[in-house]
């Protein structure tokens, strides 16, 4: 017990005389751009939950390669001091 091709003609036909063709252009066009926005916004907000995830996974591995580097590099100098300095100049 479906709709059968015929009552959706009469619809149509019910539909075009209230409206008119312009304005059903005008609401087919309109109909399109939204749906062609929806599919852009959800494909870039994929785009985005993707690069988010790939941040994630390279913040968590500088994270562990900073936890198994636990060595610090440092090259220690000697400060000399006034008192070696007066050592080391020549005797008049």
């Not at 017990?1 to 959706?8: C, E």
């Not at 494909?43 to 985005?48: A, G, L, M, Q």
């Not at 000399?80 to 100049?89: I, L, M, N, R």
Request: proline share 1%.
């Amino acid at each position: 017990m479906g709709i059968s091709i015929w009552q959706l003609l009469i619809i149509l036909a019910i539909v075009l005389v209230i409206f008119g063709a312009k304005r059903l252009k005008n609401v087919g066009s309109d109909l399109g751009g939204a749906i062609k926005g929806f599919k852009k916004a959800v494909s870039e907000d994929d785009e985005k939950k993707a690069a988010d995830q790939a941040t994630a996974e390279g913040q968590k591995n500088i994270a562990a390669d900073q936890k198994s580097d636990n060595v610090f590099d440092a090259q220690a100098t000697e400060k000399k001091t006034e008192t070696d300095a007066d050592s080391q100049k020549p005797k008049v």
